[in-house]
């Protein structure tokens, strides 16, 4: 059975989070879990040395308690994962999920996602961008995860999630590009939505018949099909198409040489990820 898992936590966009997987989960027909992975065991928390902080002559009652209270965090953000994870599912049942379950596991995000991807069809996740001196950065959660799991993975940025009508796919006529290509035609969820074909670079004769033939393999699978060739940087132009066109969603392939196909291994598609303004679906 198909099912969607949602990388939930208590920082960025969870209700966008969880608003995004419903929607995901009943295009696909699928049951949803929600995941909300610890950072470490509680009963393993580490002792923080505040030895050098508070000078030699600190009473050990003062370190006791500060390790205690290194434990009582470690409690709360378990219980609050707890009760995050019981929100959401009570949300996604009331919109209409049937199946919905919730699971809390220690260690890694990245590692979670890859040891649970046998049972997974599509993992979502929140976008949580930072800022520094050098500008914004993409949370390296998502970074990491679109890197390591095999299977596709839906970001979602901004705080409320709005139910896609439309979408961009990124093409350009290569293998890869024609593997996403066959992919996007079997999947039966957006299948639902319009479809734009995205070429960035300059048109030649040969590029115009891939997109041709993309466009007619779409429609003859169902789709409602419709070209745009940009030119300029692919993280400039392609945000910026995105929102003037009202496209709800960027689909997109992982990994490869090409300016369209950089993604992660990029740095131009990495700032596509933190800049798109609408989902990003990344396909492998």
């Keep these: 059975m198909k099912n969607v898992m949602a ?17 995901a989960a009943k295009a696909l027909g699928a049951s949803l879990t929600f995941l909300h992975v610890l950072d470490r065991h509680p009963e393993k928390a580490p ?17 006791s308690e500060l390790a205690e209270l290194d434990a009582r965090r470690s409690v709360l953000a378990q219980e609050q ?15 209409g999920v049937s199946e919905v379950q919730i699971r809390q596991r220690h260690g890694e995000l990245v590692e979670s996602v890859v040891d649970l991807e046998a049972e997974v069809t599509l993992t979502v996740m929140g976008r949580h961008d930072h800022a ?69 670079g300059s048109l030649d004769a ?44 960027l689909v997109m392939g992982a990994y490869g040489h090409s300016r369209i196909r950089q993604l992660i291994v990029g740095s131009s598609t990495t700032a596509l990820l933190r800049t798109s ?4 679906l990344v396909l492998r």
């Excluded at 990388?7 to 966008?16: H, I, K, T, W």
């Excluded at 303004?277 to 990003?280: I, R």
Aim: charged content about 15%.
């Design 132 to 200: 520094t001196v050098a500008g914004r950065h993409l949370d390296h959660h998502v970074e990491r995860v679109i890197r390591s799991t095999a299977k596709p993975v839906l970001s979602i940025p901004g705080q409320t999630f709005e139910t896609p009508r439309s979408f961009a796919l990124a093409f350009d006529g290569s293998d890869t590009a024609r593997r996403m290509l066959g992919q996007v035609g079997q999947s039966v969820w957006l299948k639902a939505l319009a479809c734009t074909l995205v070429f960035v």
């Design 81 to 95: 994962g707890r009760q995050i994870l019981e929100g959401m599912r009570q949300r996604a049942t009331a919109d």
């Design 277 to 280: 303004s609408v989902p990003v």
């Design 7 to 23: 990388c939930v936590d208590a920082q960025g966009n969870p209700a966008a989070v969880c608003d995004g997987a419903i929607w």
């Design 47 to 63: 002792q923080s040395d505040f030895s050098g902080q508070i000078g030699l002559g600190a009473q050990e009652g003062l370190l």
């Design 206 to 249: 040969a590029m115009q018949a891939e997109l041709d033939a993309a466009t007619a393999q779409l429609r003859t699978q169902g789709f409602t099909v419709g070209i745009a060739v940009l030119e300029g940087s692919v993280e400039r132009v392609l945000p910026q198409h995105l929102s003037a066109q009202g496209l709800g969603m």
